[in-house]
């Protein structure tokens, strides 16, 4: 009998997609099989978020399915909300990454060069540069609602 429990691990990663008028980046877990640790799959828990730099849209995503690959831009997930219609999707077999907010597409593009995904564990400097696109994106929006 196989051990299972000894070949796969479950690793939290950090991603982004940035569009041409937004971007949306979050965090997800999934599981991967110590022999093949490029490819993650059975993704689950989704902290994610997509900020419109022009319209000032923010959308919250908390439902994922798919996977993901972090040798190459191979993402094929999406993510959904729960308390609304809005959705996301990055397809590599497709070549698109939309975003849709319940009523309109809000993007669609793809880029390879615009995905990155790592896992938490790695160096910060990937996500410290999504926190900073967010401060950045987010400036604008504070600025108009305490004025």
């Not at 809000?106 to 910060?124: G, I, K, M």
Request: aromatic fraction near 10%; hydrophobic fraction near 35%; charge should be neutral.
């Amino acid at each position: 009998m196989i051990n299972l429990s000894k070949r796969l691990r479950t690793e939290r990663l950090e991603f982004s997609y940035t569009f041409q008028f937004g971007i949306i980046s979050g965090s997800v877990e999934g599981e991967y099989c110590t022999q093949k640790p490029d490819v993650v799959f059975n993704l689950k828990n989704l902290n994610a978020q997509y900020v419109s730099h022009t319209t000032n849209k923010i959308l919250a995503f908390d439902q994922v399915y798919g996977q993901c690959s972090l040798d190459f831009t191979g993402a094929l997930f999406s993510g959904s909300s729960s308390e609304s219609a809005a959705l996301f999707s990055l397809s590599c077999r497709g070549q698109e990454a939309v975003v849709f907010d319940g009523h309109t597409w809000l993007e669609s593009s793809w880029n390879p060069a615009q995905w990155s995904v790592h896992p938490v564990r790695q160096s910060p400097s990937p996500s410290a540069k999504i926190g900073q696109e967010r401060a950045r994106l987010l400036l604008p929006i504070l600025s108009v609602q305490s004025a």
